[in-house]
Structure formats: C-alpha cells, structure tokens
C-alpha cells in the first residue's frame, strides 16, 4: 500500500510559479511510477506529467511541454512538479498517482489514469489572469 498527499497548491496571477509536492508513505516507493493528472470543474481528468520510477524518464502533455517539470527525490519519498509561466487555464484540481512499475514502459501506461493503482487527495491551484 501507498498514500499520496500533495501540497503546494494555492493562488497565483498568470506568469506565476508554484511547485507541487507529492509524499509518499512506504519504504519501496522508488519501484513506483509516478503520475500527475488534473481535473478542471466540469471537465474529464487530463495528464499533465509522469516520471518512471528510476526517473530516467519524464512525460509530459503538450500543453504544459516546456513550462513544467517532473522530478523525483526517491531518498525523500517525493515526486515535485515544479510549474512556470502558469496560465489561467492551468487552473484545476493536481493529483499524484503512483502504480508499481520497477521497469521503462509505454508513454499510454504513464498517460492514462487507470494504468494506476494509487492516488491523493488532490491540491488546488488557481491562475488569476
């Protein structure tokens, strides 16, 4: 078992950073890949980022391509997501998800949702424009 909580969340004005925090309980977390996804008010959960569990690689959606970055401290149990130049439409619910994966895969295991077993409670982040 795994339990996420993420943190980092809060109100920015457009061109802003923050940086998201997802910590993770259990000692073999760095066997896990690692997900963060978003979920706007009325809008289906989307994929912003993801880092395979030796952090060798990284995948991010186009929109947020060249602006954010995923990383990993596996020594602290914690995935970051460290986001610049935000934009109003980053607005949304974050949530990390993470899913034991001690091994390089696909770009659609990293990407989709239900490729993963565990998840947080989410942290708010708001862009004012």
């Known amino acids: 078992q795994v339990q996420l909580v993420e943190s980092g969340g809060g109100l920015v004005q457009a061109g802003g950073s923050l940086r998201l925090s997802c910590a993770a309980s259990?000692?073999?977390?760095?066997?896990?890949?690692v997900g963060w996804f978003r979920q706007a008010p009325g809008k289906e959960r989307e994929f912003v980022a993801a880092?395979?569990?030796?952090?060798?690689?990284?995948y991010y959606a186009d929109s947020v391509k060249g602006r954010f970055t995923i990383s990993r401290d596996n020594a602290k149990n914690t995935v970051y997501l460290q986001m610049n130049s935000l934009k109003p439409e980053d607005t949304a619910v974050y949530y990390c998800?993470?899913?034991?994966?001690?091994?390089?895969?696909?770009?659609?295991?990293?990407?989709?949702?239900?490729?993963?077993?565990?998840w947080g409670q989410g942290t708010q982040v708001t862009v004012s424009s």
């Open positions: 259990g000692r073999t977390f760095s066997s896990y890949a």
């Open positions: 998800a993470a899913d034991h994966r001690p091994y390089e895969d696909g770009w659609r295991y990293y990407s989709t949702p239900r490729y993963y077993d565990y």
């Open positions: 880092i395979s569990w030796s952090g060798g690689r990284t």
